[in-house]
């Protein structure tokens, strides 16, 4: 089993900036993906963006050139740097692991205009 927490969220202006952070314990070394998702009200849960054990990175459209993933394997631990927000950014991020599935519990995104 591999637990996820996350931590990070808020409420910021539009143009403000938001680092996520997702500390994996428990049954890590059969991690191989770690990614953030979001899902806002009344929408189906998205992919944000994806970072590989190896570094390989993807982003979903609306947040490239915005959003930064990064992971610190010693750390156990996968950061999602926000910039430039916008009020459609507002969400509940949830961090997930794979293989096989695991899920934070969320946190919720806030950009006010």
């Known amino acids: 089993q591999v637990q996820l927490v996350e931590s990070g969220g808020g409420l910021v202006q539009a143009g403000g900036s938001l680092r996520l952070s997702c500390a994996a314990s428990?049954?890590?070394?059969?991690?191989?993906?770690m990614d953030w998702y979001r899902q806002a009200p009344g929408k189906q849960r998205e992919l944000v963006a994806g970072i590989s054990i190896l570094g390989r990175t993807t982003y979903a459209d609306s947040v490239k050139g915005r959003f930064t993933i990064s992971r610190a394997n010693a750390k156990n631990t996968v950061y999602l740097q926000m910039n430039s927000l916008k009020p459609e950014d507002t969400a509940v991020y949830y961090c997930h692991a794979d293989p096989p599935t695991y899920w934070g519990q969320g946190t919720q995104v806030t950009v006010s205009s």
């Open positions: 428990g049954n890590i070394f059969t991690i191989n993906t």
